[in-house]
């Protein structure tokens, strides 16, 4: 994330444009390949436009070596929830320690959760994250965040992390998710800043070439992926926020040795992460449109690349973060009518202990903040088919006490670290919701109830939690009659298949034990049109 950056210079010169909030219109992809770029579009490997629409889950680039909140949740469980909101693309910020032989992750719980992750190296619970991420259809780009844990840095290289290992440390990746189509890119280098330039021509500071040096030593391991290079934050005296200044690319583009791999990235925040000239103007929040333009928007508008707003986040607290957000999703075009054609982004943050930004998740690391998710609906995009690869298993809830609760360090608020969450308890896994109502029966040793988390004018997403009654169950079936048109067309931790208007869920392998009084849950999408009632739902233990 973002710490201040200098103040822009620059002075508002568009109104904003005012687009209606429409949900995903179209049909869920099927991609299960390696993606290339044309022009200004993302495309699978059938050459159908694809969006990145997803959010920043950090952990692996602080002390802790691993992603945050799994001293809460069980990993799949967090994953499959990111899915069920509508979120297709994980970044997973990481920094160059967990390179180091024997470097191990801290504040893991394994009680009822994450059982499959014990003894486990960070590399090798990353491995995890990104094998399951794959197989449910969600894609994963890893960012080099940090040189080490200790902090943020300006250039790619520090003292004691040089340009050598940055570059190795890279490679080694390429290698390791070589022909796993489940890691689609890597961000080279989170938010470059001052002295970094971009075409100066000075090999120590000129993050343009330092680029196109670890972008090909990537691509030399694995042509196929994707090359996310982030902007600066000064580029011929005007500055902005750090990562977000691609004034540059136009005289000076990325020319890297596989063509139609380059793909931009610019982070945009709000108040809550520092102020900039442009909240205080006049006519905020009309002149954001034109600020956005000439940062990093002509990139996109103009047909040279792809733009990917790698972090965008807010607190909400304040009318000018509403407003500014709000703007932002309107500018980044909404899906519907738009699919692939537009803006891809990554929200910052699923995370709740980002200190400036608070996350999705509320402090319990399972509740949504539905309105900060609401923000994101019109931009949300269709899912990705399965890459057939998985983590392994795992219990996937508890109601249990954590041994290894712990204190985690923020990625990057404007003091640099943030207290974590230390909640030691978890109760089992919470749907989360943006909209809908919930409902269910059962008398078989086990009840569920269906929330509806997303709808749009042709589907929907829901999230059904299944409830084990006063003994623990060791499998469950769950079914329910659609009270009108609804097709289930894809669903993740769980077998669901639909004859007629009758759909029937049953328990994978690693969520069929669920404890007396707890929990699991599974996700449905699929097509509807009118008005969506709740049915009811019955579910049977084994």
């Not at 024997?102 to 394994?110: A, L, R």
């Not at 005289?251 to 900039?276: G, I, K, M």
């Not at 019109?378 to 088919?385: D, L, Q, V």
Request: charged share 10%; proline share 4%.
């Amino acid at each position: 994330m973002v710490l201040a950056a200098l103040l822009g210079q620059a002075t508002a010169t568009a109104a904003a444009t005012s687009t209606a909030a429409t949900a995903a219109a179209s049909p869920a992809a099927t991609s299960t390949g390696y993606w290339h770029t044309s022009g200004r579009q993302i495309l699978d490997e059938n050459n159908q436009p694809v969006r990145i629409a997803g959010v920043n889950w950090f952990g692996f680039e602080t002390d802790n070596h691993v992603a945050h909140g799994l001293w809460s949740r069980d990993y799949k469980s967090m994953i499959d929830q990111m899915k069920s909101l509508g979120y297709n693309t994980i970044r997973l910020p990481y920094s160059d320690d967990i390179f180091k032989p024997g470097t191990m992750p801290d504040s893991i719980n394994f009680y009822n959760m994450n059982q499959d992750l014990q003894g486990l190296t960070s590399l090798q619970v990353m491995d995890k994250i990104v094998d399951y991420a794959g197989s449910i259809g969600l894609r994963v780009i890893l960012d080099r965040h940090r040189p080490d844990a200790s902090g943020q840095s300006a250039l790619w290289y520090t003292a004691s992390v040089p340009e050598s290992t940055w570059i190795t440390d890279l490679k080694a990746l390429a290698a390791r998710y070589q022909g796993n189509p489940a890691v689609v890119g890597i961000d080279l280098h989170n938010e470059p800043h001052d002295p970094a330039c971009w075409g100066c021509g000075d090999t120590t500071i000129d993050w343009r070439l330092a680029a196109e040096r670890a972008g090909n030593a990537v691509l030399g391991v694995n042509p196929a992926l994707l090359i996310f290079v982030e902007g600066i934050q000064t580029y011929n005296g005007t500055s902005g926020w750090w990562g977000g200044n691609l004034m540059g690319v136009g005289q000076y583009p990325v020319q890297l040795n596989v063509a139609d791999r380059v793909v931009y990235s610019a982070h945009d925040y709000a108040t809550s992460v520092a102020q900039q000239s442009w909240f205080t103007d006049p006519s905020f929040p009309a002149n954001m449109p034109g600020i956005w333009d000439k940062y990093w928007g002509y990139v996109f508008k103009q047909n040279i690349a792809p733009v990917w707003v790698g972090e965008f986040g807010t607190t909400l607290q304040s009318t000018v973060d509403q407003q500014w957000l709000k703007a932002l999703v309107a500018y980044m075009l909404p899906t519907a009518g738009n699919g692939g054609n537009s803006f891809n982004w990554t929200f910052w943050s699923w995370n709740p202990d980002s200190g400036d930004t608070g996350g999705i998740l509320k402090d319990d690391w399972q509740t949504v903040d539905t309105v900060k998710d609401g923000y994101l609906a019109s931009i949300k995009a269709p899912g990705f088919g399965g890459t057939g690869t998985t983590g392994g298993t795992s219990a996937g809830t508890s109601s249990g006490t954590s041994s290894g609760a712990s204190s985690g360090t923020s990625s990057g608020t404007s003091s640099g670290t943030s207290a974590g969450t230390s909640a030691g308890t978890s109760s089992g896994t919470s749907a989360g919701s943006t909209s809908g109502s919930t409902g269910g029966t059962g008398g078989g040793g086990c009840t569920a109830a269906l929330h509806v988390d997303n709808q749009w004018d042709s589907g929907f997403t829901a999230t059904v939690t299944v409830t084990a009654g006063a003994a623990a169950v060791s499998g469950w079936t769950v079914t329910w009659t659609w009270p009108g048109n609804q097709q289930e067309t894809s669903a993740w931790s769980a077998d669901v298949s639909q004859a007629g208007g009758t759909v029937t869920a049953r328990n994978l392998s690693y969520n069929g034990a669920v404890a007396a009084a707890g929990s699991t849950t599974f996700g449905v999408q699929g097509t509807a049109s009118g008005a969506f009632t709740v049915p009811a739902l019955a579910c049977t233990a084994s």
